[in-house]
C-alpha cells in the first residue's frame, strides 16, 4: 500500500485531540484517511496508518467505532478498521492486519533477535536430555515422533535441524505481526509473539516468545490467566484458566484448561489436558488427562486416557456415559520400553493403586496383568472382547474436530491394522510355542516372571485367531483380489503417532534425508502424505502375504476368498457375541441401566448388517 504524509491541518486535529509525535513526518497514512476517530495517542518512530471507516463488534451485539484512543505507538503498522484503546504501557515494532480491537493490555513488543518460539530446541521423553525435537511452523505429530524415535542418530538429526534452522530463517518475520480479525483485551504482556487472523486473546497474563496460528476454520483462543512462553499454538486449540505453558506445541484442536502446566512437552490432534501437570510428554493424538493429580513425564501417549494419581484412568470402561476412554497405541517410556502395547490396548495392571510397567509383554498385546501378592498373572488378548475397545473403535473418529483444511499431523484410526495385526500374529507365536514346550497337560504356563493359566492361555490363541481372521476379512472387502501392485509393505510395520507404515519406507526416509536427496523441511512432510495416500496398496502387499501364509496358499483365489470371508463373518460373530457378553455382565454388577444395556444389545445386533456390506470396515 502507498501511504501519504499527514497534512498540516490533520496534525493540527491531532494535536487539538491530545495526539503528540517524536516526529510527525515519520507519520504516514493510507488514502482515505481522517483524524477524527484518534485521540490522546502518541507516536514514535515511523508509524503507518489505515483508514477508519467502520464500526467493529467488539462484544456479542455490541459495536464501538474505529480509531485509536489512549495508546502509545512505536514502529508500527496498522491496518484498515482497527479499535485500538487504553493500551497501559505500549505497542512497539509490530505490524497489524485489518480490523483488529486491541482493548486494556498492558504491553505488546517486538524485541531484536525474536524467533516468535521457531527454532526452538526442547527434550521430550527425557527432562533432563539433550534436545530432541525442534519447534517450528511445520511441526507435526509424524515429524515429532520421527525425531524422537532416531535422536540418537546424530547424522539424521544434525541434517533435520539444519533443514528447520534453514526454514525459521527463511519465514520468521522482522517483528512481531498481528493478523485480520484479532481481538485482544484486558491482557497484561504480548513480547516477541506472532499471532495469526482472527484469534482471540482475553484476560490472558503474558505471551512471551510464541507463535499463535489458526486457519479461518479454527481460531485459537487463549484466556484468562494465561502464561505463555516459548510455544506454538495452532489451529483450533484453546488455552484457558491459568495455564502454564514453556517450551512447548499445541497442534490442531487441542484444549488446555483449569490450570494445566506443561514445560518440554508436545500435544497433538484433539488432545485435551485439564488441572494435572505434564513434563517432557509427548501426547500424541486423542492424549487425554483430566485430573489435579496427574503428572505425565518422560512418556509417549497416543489414543490415551490418564487418570488420578498414577493410576490409568477407565482402562477397560464400559458403558456407563461417564467414563472417557480406554487405553490405545500405547505409553512409551524414555528407555524406548513400552508401557502398552502400540497395537492399541496394551498390556498393563494396576496394583495398590500404582502402574506397574511390563515391557516383557510387549509381545502379547490387547492382554491384562493382575497381581495378586507377589504373583503376577497374564491374561493374553482379554481386552480384544471389551465394551471399552468396541467403543473406542467406534468414537474417535467422530471425535477429530479438526476441519477438513486444518489436519497437519495425520490420525489413521484402523485398529486392526499391519502393525497391530503383525504384533497379534507374534503374540498368537509366544503362546503357541509356551503350549508346545510345556504340553497340554499342566495347569499353568510360565512367561519370564508371569504366570498365565493353561485355560488364559488357550483363549489367547483363540482370540488372536478370532481377530485375524476379522482383520484379514476386512481387507479382502476393501481391496480387488489381485496381486500387489508393490512390493512395499512386507515385513514391519510401524506407528509414528498416527502414521502407521512400513519398516521399510521409514528407513528409506533416513536414507534420503542424510544422502541430501531431501533438501527441504517440508519435503520429509510430503513424503509422510505420500506413505499415508498409499497406505492401503501397502496394507493389500503385507496382507496379502500374511494371507497366503496363514492359509498355507500359494496364491489367492476366488474360493479362497470366499473361505477367508466364511471366516471372517464366523469371527465377528463371535466378537459381537463376547462383547454383548461384557456388557451383559457390567448389567448384572449394577453399573448400567436396562435401557443403557438395551440400546447397546441394540448397536450390537446392528453389526451384523456389517457382514454382507463391502463398504463397512471392520
Given at each position: 500500500?502507498e501511504?501519504?504524509?499527514?497534512?498540516?491541518?490533520?496534525?493540527?486535529?491531532l494535536?487539538e485531540r491530545?495526539?503528540k509525535?517524536e516526529d510527525?513526518?515519520?507519520?504516514?497514512?493510507a488514502?482515505?484517511?481522517?483524524?477524527?476517530?484518534?485521540?490522546?495517542?502518541s507516536f514514535?518512530g515511523?508509524i503507518r496508518l489505515?483508514?477508519?471507516?467502520?464500526e467493529?463488534?467488539?462484544?456479542?451485539g455490541?459495536?464501538?467505532?474505529?480509531?485509536?484512543?489512549?495508546?502509545?505507538l512505536?514502529n508500527?503498522?496498522?491496518?484498515?478498521?482497527?479499535?485500538?484503546?487504553?493500551?497501559g504501557n505500549?505497542?512497539?515494532?509490530?505490524?497489524?492486519?485489518?480490523?483488529?480491537?486491541?482493548s486494556?493490555?498492558n504491553?505488546?513488543?517486538?524485541?531484536?533477535g525474536?524467533?516468535f518460539?521457531?527454532g526452538n530446541?526442547?527434550?521430550?521423553?527425557?527432562?533432563v536430555g539433550d534436545g530432541n525435537?525442534?519447534?517450528f511452523?511445520?511441526?507435526?505429530?509424524?515429524?515429532?515422533?520421527f525425531?524422537v524415535?532416531?535422536?540418537?542418530d546424530?547424522?539424521l538429526m544434525?541434517q533435520?535441524?539444519s533443514l528447520i534452522r534453514?526454514e525459521v530463517?527463511?519465514?520468521?518475520?522482522?517483528r512481531?505481526?498481528?493478523?485480520?480479525?484479532v481481538?485482544?483485551?484486558?491482557?497484561g504482556e504480548?513480547?516477541?509473539?506472532?499471532?495469526?487472523?482472527?484469534?482471540?486473546?482475553?484476560?490472558?497474563?503474558r505471551?512471551?516468545d510464541?507463535s499463535?496460528?489458526?486457519?479461518p476454520?479454527a481460531n485459537?483462543?487463549?484466556?484468562?490467566?494465561?502464561?505463555?512462553?516459548?510455544?506454538i499454538?495452532?489451529d483450533?486449540?484453546?488455552?484457558?484458566?491459568?495455564v502454564?505453558?514453556?517450551n512447548c506445541?499445541?497442534?490442531?484442536?487441542?484444549k488446555?484448561t483449569?490450570?494445566f502446566?506443561?514445560e518440554?512437552?508436545?500435544?497433538?490432534?484433539?488432545?485435551?489436558?485439564?488441572?494435572?501437570?505434564?513434563c517432557?510428554?509427548?501426547?500424541?493424538?486423542?492424549s487425554?488427562s483430566?485430573h489435579?493429580?496427574?503428572?505425565?513425564i518422560?512418556?509417549?501417549?497416543?489414543?490415551y486416557?490418564?487418570?488420578?494419581a498414577t493410576?490409568f484412568?477407565n482402562?477397560?470402561?464400559k458403558m456407563?456415559p461417564?467414563?472417557?476412554?480406554?487405553?490405545?497405541?500405547g505409553?512409551?517410556?524414555?528407555?524406548g520400553?513400552y508401557i502398552l502395547?502400540?497395537?492399541?490396548?496394551?498390556?498393563?495392571?494396576v496394583c495398590f493403586?500404582?502402574?506397574?510397567?511390563?515391557p516383557d509383554t510387549r509381545?502379547l498385546?490387547f492382554?491384562y496383568?493382575?497381581?495378586?501378592?507377589d504373583?503376577m498373572y497374564?491374561n493374553?488378548a482379554r481386552?480384544l472382547?471389551t465394551v471399552?475397545?468396541?467403543?473406542?473403535i467406534r468414537?474417535w473418529p467422530?471425535?477429530?474436530?479438526?476441519?477438513?483444511?486444518g489436519?497437519?499431523?495425520?490420525?489413521n484410526f484402523d485398529?486392526?491394522?499391519?502393525?497391530?495385526?503383525?504384533?497379534?500374529?507374534?503374540?498368537?507365536?509366544?503362546l503357541e510355542n509356551?503350549?508346545?514346550?510345556?504340553?497340554d497337560?499342566?495347569s499353568?504356563?510360565n512367561?519370564h516372571?508371569?504366570?498365565?493359566k493353561?485355560s488364559?492361555?488357550?483363549?489367547?490363541?483363540?482370540?488372536?485367531?478370532m481377530a485375524?481372521h476379522?482383520?484379514m476379512?476386512?481387507?479382502?472387502?476393501r481391496h480387488k483380489?489381485?496381486?500387489?501392485?508393490?512390493?512395499v509393505?512386507?515385513?514391519?510395520?510401524s506407528?509414528?503417532?498416527?502414521l502407521?507404515?512400513?519398516?521399510?519406507?521409514?528407513?528409506r526416509?533416513i536414507?534420503?534425508i542424510?544422502?541430501?536427496t531431501i533438501?527441504d523441511?517440508y519435503?520429509?512432510?510430503?513424503?509422510?502424505e505420500?506413505?499415508h495416500?498409499?497406505?492401503?496398496?501397502y496394507r493389500?502387499?503385507?496382507?496379502?502375504r500374511?494371507i497366503?501364509d496363514?492359509y498355507?496358499?500359494e496364491?489367492l483365489?476366488?474360493?479362497?476368498?470366499k473361505?477367508?470371508?466364511?471366516d471372517y463373518?464366523?469371527?465377528?460373530?463371535?466378537?459381537?457375541?463376547?462383547?454383548?457378553?461384557?456388557?451383559?455382565?457390567?448389567?448384572?454388577?449394577?453399573?448400567?441401566d436396562k435401557?443403557?444395556?438395551?440400546?447397546?444389545?441394540t448397536?450390537?445386533?446392528?453389526?451384523?448388517e456389517?457382514?454382507?456390506?463391502?463398504?463397512?470396515?471392520a
Amino acid at each position: 500500500m502507498e501511504y501519504r504524509q499527514l497534512t498540516q491541518e490533520e496534525i493540527a486535529l491531532l494535536e487539538e485531540r491530545g495526539c503528540k509525535a517524536e516526529d510527525w513526518d515519520l507519520v504516514t497514512v493510507a488514502p482515505g484517511f481522517t483524524a477524527n476517530y484518534i485521540r490522546n495517542t502518541s507516536f514514535y518512530g515511523e508509524i503507518r496508518l489505515g483508514v477508519f471507516e467502520k464500526e467493529i463488534e467488539v462484544s456479542k451485539g455490541f459495536v464501538k467505532h474505529c480509531g485509536i484512543k489512549s495508546t502509545t505507538l512505536r514502529n508500527v503498522t496498522m491496518g484498515d478498521n482497527c479499535l485500538i484503546e487504553n493500551i497501559g504501557n505500549f505497542i512497539n515494532n509490530y505490524t497489524l492486519g485489518d480490523e483488529c480491537y486491541i482493548s486494556n493490555v498492558n504491553t505488546i513488543e517486538t524485541t531484536e533477535g525474536a524467533t516468535f518460539g521457531e527454532g526452538n530446541l526442547i527434550s521430550v521423553l527425557n527432562e533432563v536430555g539433550d534436545g530432541n525435537v525442534m519447534l517450528f511452523d511445520g511441526l507435526t505429530s509424524q515429524l515429532a515422533a520421527f525425531m524422537v524415535k532416531h535422536y540418537r542418530d546424530k547424522e539424521l538429526m544434525k541434517q533435520i535441524f539444519s533443514l528447520i534452522r534453514k526454514e525459521v530463517e527463511a519465514s520468521v518475520p522482522e517483528r512481531g505481526t498481528i493478523g485480520n480479525n484479532v481481538k485482544i483485551i484486558n491482557t497484561g504482556e504480548i513480547t516477541n509473539t506472532h499471532i495469526n487472523d482472527d484469534c482471540e486473546i482475553s484476560g490472558a497474563c503474558r505471551l512471551s516468545d510464541c507463535s499463535i496460528k489458526s486457519i479461518p476454520e479454527a481460531n485459537v483462543y487463549i484466556g484468562s490467566g494465561v502464561i505463555c512462553e516459548n510455544s506454538i499454538i495452532y489451529d483450533g486449540s484453546s488455552i484457558l484458566n491459568s495455564v502454564k505453558l514453556e517450551n512447548c506445541f499445541v497442534g490442531e484442536a487441542c484444549k488446555i484448561t483449569n490450570g494445566f502446566a506443561a514445560e518440554n512437552s508436545i500435544f497433538f490432534a484433539n488432545s485435551f489436558m485439564s488441572n494435572g501437570e505434564a513434563c517432557a510428554a509427548f501426547c500424541g493424538p486423542f492424549s487425554a488427562s483430566h485430573h489435579k493429580s496427574s503428572l505425565l513425564i518422560g512418556g509417549m501417549f497416543s489414543f490415551y486416557n490418564a487418570g488420578s494419581a498414577t493410576n490409568f484412568s477407565n482402562h477397560a470402561y464400559k458403558m456407563g456415559p461417564m467414563h472417557y476412554g480406554t487405553l490405545e497405541r500405547g505409553v512409551k517410556t524414555a528407555s524406548g520400553a513400552y508401557i502398552l502395547m502400540p497395537a492399541h490396548i496394551g498390556t498393563f495392571s494396576v496394583c495398590f493403586g500404582k502402574l506397574m510397567y511390563h515391557p516383557d509383554t510387549r509381545n502379547l498385546p490387547f492382554s491384562y496383568l493382575i497381581a495378586y501378592s507377589d504373583t503376577m498373572y497374564l491374561n493374553p488378548a482379554r481386552n480384544l472382547t471389551t465394551v471399552g475397545l468396541y467403543r473406542d473403535i467406534r468414537k474417535w473418529p467422530k471425535r477429530d474436530k479438526r476441519p477438513r483444511g486444518g489436519q497437519k499431523s495425520i490420525v489413521n484410526f484402523d485398529w486392526l491394522s499391519p502393525f497391530s495385526a503383525g504384533e497379534i500374529l507374534e503374540g498368537k507365536k509366544v503362546l503357541e510355542n509356551l503350549r508346545a514346550a510345556s504340553g497340554d497337560k499342566v495347569s499353568t504356563y510360565n512367561y519370564h516372571e508371569y504366570v498365565i493359566k493353561a485355560s488364559h492361555l488357550r483363549s489367547g490363541i483363540q482370540l488372536y485367531d478370532m481377530a485375524l481372521h476379522i482383520y484379514m476379512g476386512a481387507v479382502l472387502k476393501r481391496h480387488k483380489l489381485e496381486l500387489p501392485k508393490s512390493p512395499v509393505g512386507t515385513g514391519k510395520w510401524s506407528d509414528l503417532s498416527g502414521l502407521l507404515l512400513p519398516e521399510t519406507e521409514e528407513y528409506r526416509l533416513i536414507d534420503d534425508i542424510k544422502n541430501g536427496t531431501i533438501i527441504d523441511i517440508y519435503d520429509i512432510l510430503d513424503r509422510f502424505e505420500e506413505i499415508h495416500r498409499n497406505y492401503s496398496e501397502y496394507r493389500w502387499t503385507w496382507t496379502y502375504r500374511m494371507i497366503l501364509d496363514y492359509y498355507g496358499l500359494e496364491t489367492l483365489t476366488e474360493d479362497d476368498a470366499k473361505r477367508i470371508h466364511e471366516d471372517y463373518v464366523t469371527a465377528r460373530r463371535k466378537w459381537i457375541a463376547e462383547i454383548q457378553k461384557d456388557a451383559e455382565k457390567e448389567y448384572t454388577l449394577g453399573d448400567v441401566d436396562k435401557e443403557v444395556l438395551d440400546n447397546f444389545i441394540t448397536q450390537l445386533q446392528a453389526e451384523m448388517e456389517f457382514e454382507n456390506d463391502t463398504k463397512i470396515e471392520a
